[in-house]
């Protein structure tokens, strides 16, 4: 049931024109917040998203591997809204590269990667930071990956940004006070971006002790929990439905 638990807030969503992102976006807008949604490239998706939400909205594209673009997304936020509450840093880039390929991990992909998953991140938070210091309940929250605490992923760079971004959350939280700083790190989730993943879904049913792969929802209500948990930062929330447990 909706209700204003979160009314006079504002959010930036990255990477928010499906999955995790959307389903945030989601949740976030019927708690009566004003939501930024944001994506790369998927211009009419994300709008789609934007226009679907039940309170305030709007739709920006910024590729925040481009610094320039996503200061922009943030001055345009502020310009519009006057204020920023909540960075929510959901945008990533990866591509499956088997672990013992190393001549399959190219350069091309390796900085790719980088460059969305940590530059991208890291400038963006920088750059909100002094905006959200001005909330009165400012908070990152970073959507990294079990691939950052056990040695799996979709490709080794993949698995190295994840860990980069855990350890980004901890010193960002240790220094950014009173502004939150926290990340969720999912296991596998059903997003359009796995859709074909029929193999490694099939692992996680038999593996995870909750017997499947992650849904966006349970990604967006984990990051629910950060946000109402008033003193918890630097935490890195495994949801993974026990995954590593047994990996």
């Not at 629910?224 to 008033?230: I, P, V, Y």
């Amino acid at each position: 049931m909706s209700n204003n638990e979160f009314a006079g807030r504002v959010a930036i969503v990255t990477g928010s024109s499906s999955g995790i992102g959307e389903a945030t976006a989601h949740r976030l807008s019927e708690l009566g917040a004003t939501v930024v949604v944001n994506s790369a490239n998927s211009v009419e998706a994300g709008q789609r998203v934007s226009d679907a939400l039940p309170g305030e909205s709007c739709y920006i594209q910024a590729d925040i591997a481009d610094q320039a673009q996503g200061h922009a997304l943030v001055d345009s936020t502020i310009e519009r809204y006057g204020k920023l509450d909540f960075l929510i840093n959901n945008a990533g880039w990866t591509t499956v590269v088997p672990h013992d390929d190393l001549e399959a991990l190219t350069d091309e992909i390796f900085k790719k990667t980088f460059d969305v998953n940590v530059f991208g991140t890291w400038w963006l938070t920088k750059y909100a930071m002094p905006h959200l210091k001005n909330s009165d309940d400012g908070n990152v929250i970073n959507v990294t990956s079990i691939a950052g605490v056990r040695q799996v992923g979709s490709s080794v760079a993949y698995a190295m940004t994840k860990i980069a971004l855990n350890h980004m959350t901890q010193l960002l939280a240790k220094v950014s006070g009173p502004v939150r700083v926290n990340a969720i790190a999912p296991g596998l989730v059903a997003t359009p971006w796995t859709d074909d993943w029929d193999e490694q879904h099939a692992m996680i049913a038999k593996t995870a002790p909750l017997g499947r792969s992650a849904t966006p929802d349970d990604c967006a209500e984990s990051m629910l929990g950060l946000l109402r948990s008033k003193y918890v930062t630097g935490a890195v929330l495994v949801v993974d439905g026990g995954t590593t447990l047994r990996i």
